[in-house]
């Protein structure tokens, strides 16, 4: 078996580079470990139900948005259900002693916050001119002719927070404005502006859920690779690289067999590029540099059945923190647990009044796992069920203040842990946004897409940033590696 591009891996950035080769007459052949495709956008059901795992809500897909282009270009546009979120408040940012909403819109969002912050005017004026800015001088979010290089974006070398503070004098506007952070995982002390303008700008442009789940999207765009005449092993978990003189020849799977190619892409994390390959030029390169950078903080998620019709379904996400800081992580404290938490009901095309079933994810840390680490899933043990069974219950307890008689509602609970997340998905302890990307070191926590190896190159959350958005674009700059980034951009421009 020999195939033009060999891609190690069906998250979402192995799926959108499966597609932007196919479309360029490609042989495409993606590996995929597990038995589902779409890594952290798989779906799982229970009960009925349909749970999201990693996209709860998307971005930017209003006419003329920036992911509604690439989604063009994708064939996701109009194939895809998309329920819009609430305009006047499709994020709800709770405290114990105030509720405040992010409106969709630039006008919109400063005017329903001046509501809360009526002498902020000038402050907001000047936040969402430089969260714009830092977008439109990106030329993957603009579809620009203009190169873009990552390493001219100052807003990579400061820090969100210190940006916040110095535009914003009121401290709980300070934090409503960055309290969606869970969405980066964000670190008061190294979470970029760069990161924070790049997300919360294409939040505020327009927000979504995508009704009955995001699996839909992962069989659009497997259908259009095998279409194209591509091929998608799943249960092929890639092993080894194997090189003759620097350059990848084949990757072996677990099962023994060799799929040989021309060009690799791994959508893994890159630590396991390190693992699967003898190759000194890469590992001396990589090595020490992977090891020594951190990763996102993981999540615990509680995936709720409601009783039939018992609790009702509304059409925002809610943000609660148990203190007056949003910036948990840097903060992280076992014994608060949990110190913040988001709700969000599952649209489904079944009903618009009542939820049958929610996600609520809080961050974990996977220290608190350390007796289990060793295990696999399935058979962790009585003591690791127990584990998240007592903390189900916390987290429940704790949303009771906020939804009194929520407990009552649910008719069962699953819940994951970042161990799920490192098993299934294979990120580095479980990690929920793979690499880190940290202000004060911006150079060293950029991973580029080209490798010391000519052919083999890296995608997904890693490289470019995660999320929807984050990892279409790095889809893009890694195919630029392979065919005309002006090219394929025009494509996308004009699709
Ligand atoms: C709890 C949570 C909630 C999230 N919510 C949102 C959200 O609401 N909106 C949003 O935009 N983003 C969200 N995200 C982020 C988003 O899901 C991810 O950034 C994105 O899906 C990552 O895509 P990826 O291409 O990097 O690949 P991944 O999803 O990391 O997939 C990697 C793939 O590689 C496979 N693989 C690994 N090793 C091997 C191997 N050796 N051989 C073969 N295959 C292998 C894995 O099985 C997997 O399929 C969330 C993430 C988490 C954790």
Redesign the pocket.
Same mark, same amino acid.
Request: charged fraction near 10%.
């Given at each position: 078996m020999k195939f033009d591009a060999v891609i190690? %891996?069906?998250?979402? /950035?192995?799926l959108l580079c499966g597609n932007i080769l196919s479309k360029e007459g490609f042989s495409v052949c993606i =590996?995929? *470990?597990?038995n589902k =495709?779409?890594?952290?956008?798989q779906t799982f059901g229970r009960k009925g139900c349909i749970f999201n795992?990693?996209?709860?809500?998307?971005?930017s897909l209003d006419e003329g948005q920036v992911l509604n282009q690439y989604f063009r270009y994708f064939g996701l546009h109009h194939k895809l259900p998309l329920k819009r979120l609430d305009t006047d408040g499709f994020d709800v940012i709770d405290f114990y002693n105030g509720r405040y909403k992010l409106a969709n819109g630039h006008d919109h969002y400063r005017d329903t916050m001046l509501q809360y912050f009526p002498g902020e005017k000038n402050g907001l004026t000047q936040y969402l001119k430089k969260i714009q800015d830092i977008c439109s001088s990106n030329s993957f979010y603009t579809l620009s002719h203009r190169p873009f290089n990552i390493f001219e974006n100052s807003s990579m070398g400061l820090g969100a927070v210190d940006f916040i503070q110095s535009v914003i004098s009121d401290y709980r506007l300070q934090n409503v404005i960055a309290g969606n952070n869970l =969405?980066y995982a964000g670190h008061e002390k190294k979470t970029s502006l760069f990161v924070h303008a790049l997300i919360s700008n294409s939040f505020i442009q327009s927000a979504w859920r995508i009704p009955d789940g995001s699996q839909q999207l992962v069989n659009i765009l497997a259908d259009n690779i095998t279409a194209s005449g591509g091929t998608i092993y799943k249960n092929? *978990?890639?092993?080894r690289l194997i090189s003759e003189k620097d350059y990848v020849e084949s990757v072996e799977l677990l099962n023994g067999e060799r799929v040989e190619g021309k060009y690799f892409i791994s959508?893994?994390h890159p630590e396991?590029i390190l693992s699967?390959t003898d190759s000194q030029k890469i590992k001396s390169y990589f090595s020490h540099r992977i090891k020594s950078l951190e990763d996102t903080i993981g999540?615990f998620?509680l995936y709720l059945v409601f009783k039939k019709n018992s609790f009702p379904y509304f059409n925002y996400n809610f943000y609660h923190y148990n203190q007056d800081n949003v910036w948990i992580v840097g903060d992280y404290n076992p014994a608060k647990w949990p110190q913040n938490y988001v709700f969000m009901p599952t649209a489904t095309s079944k009903s618009d009044v009542y939820a049958e079933s929610a996600s609520v994810?809080t961050y974990m840390h996977y220290r608190e796992l350390d007796s289990w680490k060793d295990t696999v899933t399935g058979k962790r043990g009585e003591a690791y069920i127990r584990f998240k069974n007592e903390k189900a219950r916390t987290l429940l307890e704790s949303m009771e203040k906020q939804f009194p008689g929520i407990s009552s509602c649910v008719d069962s609970w699953y819940t994951s842990t970042p161990l799920t997340?490192r098993d299934?998905?294979?990120?580095r302890a479980g990690s929920?946004? /793979?690499i880190l990307k940290d202000y004060n070191k911006p150079f060293e926590s950029i991973i580029l897409p080209r490798t010391k190896i000519p052919n083999l190159f890296l995608?997904?959350?890693?490289t470019n940033l995660? %999320?929807? =958005?984050?990892?279409t674009i790095s889809s893009v700059v890694t195919c630029g590696e392979i065919i005309d980034i002006q090219h394929l951009l025009k494509k996308i421009r004009n699709a």
């Open positions: 190690i %891996g069906s998250g979402l /950035g192995g =590996l995929e *470990k597990n =495709l779409g890594g952290s956008l795992t990693g996209l709860n809500y998307t971005e =969405l092929a *978990k890639a092993v959508n893994t396991q699967m999540m998620t994810i997340w299934y998905i294979g990120t929920a946004f /793979g995608t997904g959350q890693n995660h %999320g929807i =958005l984050g990892v």
